[in-house]
């Protein structure tokens, strides 16, 4: 099959999205809701007029537009169940369209629209009485967080981490020297090349993503600049899926937009949910975090080994490690809701069948290289 000409496919795709937008107008039932999707869709029927233009000072004939099974689907699935049914595959839409045309002349402006409807989108997704989308959830259970409880859950999961690649280490030794003073070596080198890989991790994480918000930052200015007309009806339209009337969404966003400076900070905040003052945090005090929760659960396994040698070690270091898997089994149910033995013993049980894995096949290499 020939390749399809990028105009033609953006034109279809802008098309597409139009037929889309205005079918989760026609089924909203919040009349607030409605009219931000009814402006998106005479957006997209803009961009598509722009391709219409782009093709034919090309030359190119552009065919009968006719949504494919991928649109029907959903509109039938927003007609029959409503639009939150759908608003994580729009956004999903929307996000491959500002890739689509990253690589495309002429696409500047169009691009930052399509990324404002997606933004759009994610803030209805937020508000809407159908809940949090997959999406948000994610973001909400991520382990990079560092704020509320999931802190609290990404120092259980750092520390989880040490304590059960430590302890799995530790007994494969183990079982191929018996609890030799070799035990201790290979605990305190685990211990070290799992905190460091942790740390760099985590500092690569905080730092790309500072660096992404920067850049976002920086082109919401370039649009703040270029286009104050558009950043005031998306901005309105942000207040409007808050429950704030037409009327006074568009008076405060053109009260906001008369400060620049002031703009480009709440649209950060309000868009793109960024305080542009931490930029999602430092990554130094991430990696060392990350790195003193790591090393506090490997050090529990390894810290037997320090005093005591042989099958003696190898007993306490178990004893030692299923009661920190059993506390941190407890604190997980903070987010869970489940039972505190249930989660507590589910922790030790996996954990100490990975530690009787390794030691096996710990014993069995020490057997055949002692001969």
Known sequence: MAKQDPIIAAYLDEKASTYLYQALSEVEKDPRLAEVYARIAKTEIHHSEKWKAKAA????????????????????????????????????????????????????????????????????????KGGLSGAAVAQLEGRHRSTGGNSLRAAVLGANDGMVSNLSLVMGVAGATMG???????????????????ALGEWLSVQSS???????????????????????QELALIY????????????????LLANKDAALETLAREELGIDPEELGGSAWEAAITS??????????????????????AVFVSIAVSAVG??????????????SIWFSG?????????AAAVTFGIGRLIGVSIGG
């Not at 004939?61 to 608003?87: I, N, Y």
């Not at 003073?181 to 080198?189: D, F, W, Y």
């Not at 006074?248 to 009260?255: L, V």
């Not at 013993?345 to 069948?353: C, N, Y």
Request: aromatic residues 8%.
């Open 180 to 198: 030799g003073k070799e035990v201790l070596v290979a605990g305190v080198a685990g211990l070290l090349a799992g905190a460091i890989s942790m």
């Open 325 to 338: 898997l059993f506390l941190l089994g407890a604190v997980i149910t903070l987010f869970t809701g489940r």
């Open 291 to 312: 790195f003193l929760l790591f090393t506090v659960g490997a050090i529990i396994p390894l810290f037997p080994f320090f005093f005591l040698t042989g099958m003696t």
């Open 345 to 353: 013993m589910r922790m030790v049980l996996f954990g100490l069948l």
């Open 210 to 232: 500072r660096e992404l918000y920067h850049y976002q930052i920086t082109t919401e200015k370039e649009e703040i600049e270029q286009s104050p007309e558009e950043e005031i």
């Open 240 to 255: 409007q899926t808050r429950g704030i009337s037409e009327e006074e969404a568009q008076r405060m966003a053109n009260q």
């Open 57 to 128: 000072e090309k030359g190119l004939t552009l065919p009968e537009f006719k949504p494919d099974w991928r649109t029907r689907t959903l509109a039938h699935l927003a007609r029959r169940f409503g639009p939150s049914m759908v608003l994580p595959a729009v956004q999903n839409m929307e996000r491959t369209g500002v890739v689509d045309y990253s690589n495309m002349d002429g696409a500047t402006v169009m691009k930052g629209e399509e990324q404002s409807h997606s933004r759009l989108i994610n803030q209805i997704m937020k508000t809407s």
